[in-house]
Nanobody, 121 residues
């Protein structure tokens, strides 16, 4: 069964850093765009950053210059390096990917289960 599994969340003080990882596993043919979204309590889920298979990236304005998304195509893994964290970055962070299963001709969109990031003194 194809799935995305995040890791690396936790509690960090303002100004600190965390690195999130998301591993795609299962019968994978190809992975196209991968990304990270977040959802804070009482708010809608928002895009944080996305990266194409070729490495092109885009970020929400609030994290530009602080967060970096990257991927290792050989390992089917996407990362989110988060520096200079602020309390407003507190949220559940979700991995997202467009994946073509090996048994299909077309891609589908998959979500991870989410990992909590809490920024607090």
């Amino acid at each position: 069964q194809l799935q995305l599994v995040e890791s690396g969340g936790g509690l960090v003080q303002p100004g600190g850093s965390l690195r999130l990882s998301c591993l795609a596993s299962g019968s994978i043919g190809d992975i196209n765009d991968m990304g990270w979204y977040r959802q804070a309590p009482g708010k809608q889920r928002e895009l944080v950053a996305r990266i194409t298979r070729g490495g092109s990236t885009n970020y929400v304005d609030s994290v530009k210059g602080r967060f970096t998304i990257s991927r290792d195509n050989a390992k089917n893994t996407v990362y989110l390096q988060m520096n200079s964290l602020k309390p407003e970055d507190t949220a559940v962070y979700y991995c997202n990917a467009d994946v073509r299963p090996r048994s299909r001709w077309s891609s589908s969109n998959y979500w991870g289960q989410g990992t909590q990031v809490t920024v607090s003194a």
